[in-house]
């Protein structure tokens, strides 16, 4: 399963959509399905949870991806216990390193920022994936870096990066103003 | 682009959503967008032709296909027009060929049922097409009957149908909960 958020307006919407769809391999869309997470908030791992295992295609599920450990602003995932509450290893892919000191820096408008710093460094260190003649960065958790290298390169059948990331983000944006909570 | 539109409640509802994919042959997904059209309206044609021409990827778009000619209950798509105004061919799928007189009587409850019997019988033939062991049929506009057959045959990569409608279908039901208009 990709997961990808829609994009929201924060002066507007207190709430984003979250889209998780369901690939067979990099190959081909197989199911679709959606949660909605607080904008700035703390539910995302929860809400990813309950929206995974409520997939009907739970049972069939191998992993679970997802564009960048943080969803709808700051809301970021956990990912150990999103591997540990799903029983499936987690990829969060990146196209880019991002600064720690820039993230520690906005995070610390909240002012629970500790808590959430934490969370990012539970995520543990960013894993270098090559794809083709390109890199991009992944956070794991529940699988080995050799085995996400693996399947981020195997998934990756049309782009640089893992196709159900790639599907998500599409249907996210192309969908985003008929898509609501 | 394929083109599916969503279940609805019609004692609820007025209007339905109606999806369009973008994919590069049978192959893979390249955009998704989407119109609304009433429930048994009469504004399915029109509505199409305005979602398709202001499609980012309109110029690149080679052939449009329909799930049916028929959307949002009995909301029928004149599929000559619709060829005429987008200037792209139009293949209209279905499974299993409708029995006119079924049609037609469920028609009949319409009082202006004799200009949508008039849109169903412009839309020509239903041709025959087999795709692996199977038998498929088609209305068809501004295309012959062997392309629009190599065009289904291609385009069935994962299923004994259409790609972009396989995955409009998909997409248009699983999200349904958070499409809204």
Redo the contacts between chains.
């Keep these: 399963m990709g997961i990808d958020d829609c994009s929201f307006d924060p002066a507007r919407e207190d709430r984003t ?1 979250v ?1 998780g769809v369901v690939f067979r391999g990099g ?8 949660t909605d997470v607080e904008i700035d908030g703390k539910d995302a791992t929860e809400k990813l949870v309950e929206m995974i295992k409520s997939s009907p295609h739970y049972r069939q599920l191998r992993v679970v991806m997802i564009d960048t450990i943080t969803l709808a602003g700051f809301n970021i995932v956990d990912i150990l216990r999103l591997n540990q509450e799903t029983g499936r290893p987690v990829i969060a892919v990146t196209r880019q390193k991002p600064n720690n000191d820039e993230v520690k820096a906005a995070l610390r408008n909240f002012p629970d920022w500790e808590d959430r710093w934490r969370t990012i460094q539970n995520a543990g260190d960013l894993n270098e994936i090559h794809v083709r003649d390109n890199t991009i960065f992944a956070h794991i958790a529940g699988i080995s870096t050799n085995d996400a290298e693996a399947i981020v390169q195997i998934s990756s ?2 782009a640089n990066y893992p ?1 159900p990331l790639r ?1 998500a983000h ?2 996210a944006h ?2 985003r ?4 909570q």
């Design positions: 959509i889209l190959l081909y869309l197989d199911g679709a399905t959606s059948t049309r196709e599907v599409l249907l192309g969908l103003a008929r898509i609501h």
